[in-house]
């Protein structure tokens, strides 16, 4: 009895592992997904789960053919940071002829507001990946946003608890003195 009863166990282990494999997704890839019609917050979530960058998740994504608003949408809903997928959609728009006109400033702004995010927080973020200050301006009043002319960015400090003025330390000491940290014009 014992032996039958060892050899059911080791059976059910070697089942379990079995089934477990087979239900990793091991070859699935982004345009695989894209392909056989996933959801793109799911193709998303699948890339980063298989140790993608989002960069590389939206590369593929949009090589396969996906809808550059559907995954920009898809993208701000798993979290992706505004600025860096304003940045990388501009960037991508601006290299590709197919996307030139379907992804620029204005309406990567219109899609992050369609989806509740602040008109002030698109267009910080909006400058902060590198768009011009009057072209935010523009994009804010075609959204719609009352006194769009009067926005003012004001990029971000340094982090919390950094003292003013003291620069970084250098390993071997660095030495010489100085004259403390120099300020930025501000505009």
């Given at each position: 009895?014992?032996?039958?009863?060892?050899?059911l166990?080791?059976r059910?282990?070697?089942?379990?592992?079995?089934?477990?494999?087979?239900?990793w997704p091991?070859?699935?890839?982004?345009?695989?997904?894209?392909a056989?019609?996933?959801?793109?917050?799911r193709v998303?979530?699948?890339?980063?789960?298989?140790g993608?960058?989002?960069?590389?998740?939206?590369?593929?994504?949009?090589d396969?053919g996906?809808?550059?608003?559907?995954?920009?949408?898809?993208?701000v809903?798993?979290?992706?940071?505004?600025?860096?997928?304003f940045k990388?959609?501009l960037?991508r728009?601006?290299?590709?002829?197919k996307?030139?006109?379907?992804?620029g400033?204005c309406?990567?702004?219109k899609?992050?507001?369609?989806?509740g995010?602040?008109?002030?927080?698109?267009?910080?973020?909006?400058?902060?990946?590198?768009?011009e200050?009057?072209?935010?301006?523009?994009?804010l009043?075609?959204?719609?946003?009352?006194?769009?002319?009067t926005?003012?960015?004001t990029?971000?400090?340094p982090?919390p608890?950094?003292?003013?003025?003291?620069?970084?330390?250098?390993?071997?000491?660095?030495?010489g003195?100085?004259?403390?940290?120099v300020?930025?014009?501000?505009?």
């Amino acid at each position: 009895m014992r032996n039958v009863m060892k050899n059911l166990v080791s059976r059910s282990v070697v089942i379990i592992f079995l089934l477990l494999l087979g239900a990793w997704p091991v070859g699935a890839t982004v345009p695989g997904d894209i392909a056989a019609g996933l959801p793109l917050d799911r193709v998303i979530a699948n890339g980063l789960g298989a140790g993608l960058t989002m960069e590389a998740i939206l590369g593929q994504a949009l090589d396969a053919g996906a809808n550059p608003e559907k995954l920009f949408k898809a993208a701000v809903a798993q979290g992706g940071d505004l600025s860096r997928l304003f940045k990388y959609f501009l960037d991508r728009c601006a290299a590709d002829p197919k996307l030139r006109e379907t992804c620029g400033a204005c309406p990567l702004m219109k899609w992050a507001k369609e989806i509740g995010k602040d008109a002030v927080e698109i267009a910080n973020a909006m400058m902060a990946a590198g768009s011009e200050l009057q072209q935010v301006r523009d994009c804010l009043a075609s959204m719609g946003l009352p006194n769009a002319e009067t926005y003012a960015y004001t990029p971000p400090g340094p982090p919390p608890g950094a003292p003013f003025g003291v620069g970084p330390t250098f390993p071997g000491g660095g030495g010489g003195g100085g004259g403390g940290g120099v300020a930025s014009p501000s505009f």
